[in-house]
């Protein structure tokens, strides 16, 4: 694996690993906006509205419970003979890791907002908010931790299952596995797997990091050791006054 990585013949070209890198990166970057854009409405919607909760889990079943490889090929074939283009292979390749990432962000933003104190949501109708303001002024706020983390697991589904693109003629890192098995080149696989890897450590660290900036502090509680510290701290020793001579 490391005589694979270290080789430069494998960096270059159409089909060195910056580019099969970029290529895994486009398809998860696409995969997770279709997804978003698809599950946050639904998520707020039916968080707030408290319709079609029975939707969300069996949708969410649903889709988890989808084999991947066999949808895969099942889409190629229905939607291939419509394109002469490479968009016969990555529609399909899309579709399939759409249907991955909206089961957890889906869930994640129905559960974040059916999770808001209710006595926030009150407190905010008591202030004249109308439907609207209370939900992206109470509940998203609220609801952004789980929602970022639904975000975190659909990335990493994503960026896992998206080398199943190379089993139907597409690039990106599953280059490296398919065609090193082919070859019984398990150097070759070892390294696809390691690039993955490495790629979905970054994005799980990059929304982490994500996560601890644009949530407030009360609700991720990071600043409770602070809190802890600064109300059991020894209270200051009044200084007496000077007695009058």
Known sequence: MIDFLLDAAHWSGSDGIPTL???????????????????????LYIGHTGRGSVVVAGLANSLRALPTIGLLILLVLIIAPSFSNRLAYLIPSLIVLVLLAIP???????????AVD???VDAARGMGFRSMRILTEVEIPCALPLMLSGVRSAVLQIVSTATVAAYISLGGLGRLLIDGKAQSDYGQMAAGAVLVSLIALVFDVGIGALTTRIVSPGLTRRDRSKVKQSTTAPMPTAVPAPTPI
Do not use: S
């Open 21 to 43: 890198v970029l290529q895994h990166l486009m398809y998860t970057f696409l995969a997770l906006v279709v997804a978003a854009a698809i599950a946050i409405p639904l998520g």
């Open 104 to 114: 957890p962000i889906l869930t994640n933003t129905y559960a974040g907002v059916r």
């Open 118 to 120: 209710q006595a926030a």
